[in-house]
């Protein structure tokens, strides 16, 4: 079975502070930045950045340097320097420079900033100078051929129709895209709203994540938005912005960590969890900002409370397309804890799609946008426990908020499982967003006793297990070393239709990806399930804290 693979951060005598990874370690280019950590023990003045790199793509190999230092590189880029390759410089334009042939140069896997943008008016194959920008596609019935082999792993681009009378096609030039031998199709631009997708390599195959444009439907209802995470820098009678969904460091800076609002929405139900608390009676008043201002929905944590909430309807505000949100903290009296912060609150548009995804909000770093947040499912309904032994779950705000204890000493599987609907062995579609930083949380299906367990190692691997009891190992379907994803948020689905049930795995709660033939089965492989939920492998030694953002069961 899987085991952790520690991250350690140690000083390195006068020169800096070093990251220590496991040898197998790999991370993809930052779609969204997960976290800023600095070493309080490293006293030369100089911050220690530690981005956590979360996997829209899996498998993208991108050895970072193992010291990042904030700010520009001695001299600026181009400039001499005989520093060693380990040492990289990070500045506010989310660029990465490491010393390169005696001189500052551009990281191969850092982000250029925004890019630009190549205006096409006919078919077009991708190239190296699609790579980092923007690629709009103008004529009727055009292709964009994705490049084959891929130009290099690092390489990612965004793809946009602007005909409003032809769907654009995006040929994967005999690879595949999100693991599926199919061409992928993004719609008609309708006024100003065109359809896009982002697209990533891991040098082999291509991964795009994105919404396409649908016409007007009926109403809508209110997903929720979660942010998790630690902040990152000193709380101690401090004002900082967190981001309205998403998993990066806090800033002191409100404009590093705004997201904009790609269309018109209502915000309301704002909840606060954190694992640890402030100490003392010290207070934290969390309030949500749009545009730079406060709203009314805020509330007050006072020490040693964790968690506090606003649900009063008529502190709940709309948006419009263009808006920033972001989440302010006052905190009062000295704080020496480090709490994880869980912030959600139901955000929502009015109308829904006719056919495709609606464009989803972005987290901005550094006023670069990074990634798309997309609408969640609150849990709801029955669960039960397997083997709770200790563990407890907390509902606020419309999510689950599960604690896993091991009291036994020994390896288990501890499991909050909701009743598949439909007969047994019946079809079924079951998915799950999870949140928080446990390293074998995961999702399960379970007949009562026996239970299949898919569960995620942060940025080393996805396991996929079969369980004689929540006690008893049997072994693995599969183990998929490299391709873990971000610990900040990532969806598992379990499905059964006729006579085949596959799990699979997803960034964005949208693209599915199908690691492996092995995580493809015959029907009632090894049990027939009943029950589907979280689940946890826990030992002597571990315990947890994560939260399930989005639950939703489906039988045809």
């Known amino acids: ?130 790579c980092g920008n923007w690629a709009t596609m103008s004529g009727s019935s055009l292709t964009f051929t994705l490049p084959s082999p891929p130009i290099s792993s690092t390489c990612q681009f965004a793809i946009q129709n602007l005909s409003t009378g032809s769907a654009l096609t995006i040929s994967r030039n005999g690879l595949t895209i999100n693991g599926d031998a199919s061409d992928y199709s993004i719609p008609a631009r309708s006024g100003s709203t065109a359809g896009e997708v982002m697209c990533w390599t891991d040098g082999t195959n291509y991964f795009c994540s994105g919404g396409a444009a649908g016409a007007a439907g009926t109403p809508g209802g209110s997903g929720i938005t979660v942010y998790s995470g630690l902040a990152g820098i000193t709380l101690t009678s401090a004002t900082v912005y967190f981001p309205f969904g998403g998993g990066s460091g806090a800033s002191a800076t409100e404009a590093n960590v705004q997201s904009h609002v790609q269309s018109a929405s209502s915000v309301s139900n704002l909840g606060i969890d954190m694992s640890v608390s402030l100490g003392g009676t010290n207070t934290g008043v969390f309030t949500v900002r749009k545009n730079g201002s406060d709203t009314s929905l805020t509330c007050t944590v006072t020490a040693p409370s964790l968690t506090c909430s606003d649900t009063t309807s008529g502190h709940a505000f709309t948006t419009a397309a263009g808006d920033t949100l972001d989440v302010k903290a006052v905190f009062t009296g000295t704080i020496s804890s480090t709490p994880v912060f869980v912030i959600n609150a139901q955000a929502g548009t009015s109308s829904g799609g006719g056919g495709g995804t609606p464009a989803p909000p972005y987290l901005t770093i550094s006023s670069v946008p990074y990634g798309p947040i997309f609408a969640l499912t609150p849990p709801s309904g029955t669960f039960s426990w397997l083997n709770q032994n200790g563990s407890s779950v907390t509902t606020p705000n419309n999510s689950q908020v599960l604690s896993i204890v091991n009291t036994s000493g020994t390896d288990h599987l501890t499991c909050y499982m909701q009743a598949i609907p439909g007969a047994a062995g019946a079809d079924y579609t079951a998915q799950i967003a999870l949140m928080g930083n446990q390293n074998a949380m995961g999702a399960g299906i379970s007949d009562g006793t026996k239970v299949i367990l898919v569960y995620n190692q942060p940025n080393v691997q996805t396991v996929f297990q079969k369980w004689n009891s929540t006690t008893s190992f049997s072994g693995n379907y599969y183990a998929a070393s490299n391709m873990g994803y971000p610990s900040s948020l990532f969806w598992i689905q379990f499905q059964q239709s006729g006579a085949t049930r596959t799990m699979k795995l ?42 399930v953002v989005s639950f939703k069961m489906t039988n045809p």
């Not at 280019?29 to 976290?35: A, H, I, L, Y």
């Not at 904030?70 to 490491?98: E, V």
């Not at 090894?526 to 939920?533: C, D, H, I, R």
Request: some cysteine; overall charge negative; charged content about 10%.
């Open 1 to 130: 079975m899987s085991r952790q693979w520690p991250l350690q951060l140690s000083a390195d005598g006068e020169a800096c502070a070093r990251i220590v990874l496991s040898p197998d370690w790999e991370a993809v280019p930052p779609v969204e930045t997960c976290g800023i950590l600095h070493n309080p023990n490293y006293n030369s003045g100089m911050k220690l950045l530690l981005l956590l790199l979360p996997a829209a793509l899996l498998g993208q190999s991108f050895p970072p340097p193992s010291a990042i230092l904030k700010g520009s590189p001695p001299g600026g880029a181009g400039a001499s320097c005989s520093a060693a390759p380990s040492i990289g410089y990070l500045n506010t334009s989310a660029q990465i420079y490491t010393c390169s042939g005696g001189v500052w140069t551009l990281y191969s896997g850092s982000s250029s900033g925004g890019g630009t943008v190549n205006a096409y008016v006919g078919d077009h194959t991708g190239g190296a100078g699609d």
């Open 506 to 547: 997803s960034a964005d709660g949208v693209n599915w990806v199908l690691q492996s033939t092995s995580a493809s089965v015959s029907k009632d492989d090894f049990l027939t399930e009943t029950m589907f939920g979280a689940c946890m492998e826990t030992n002597a030694s571990t315990a947890g804290l994560f939260s």
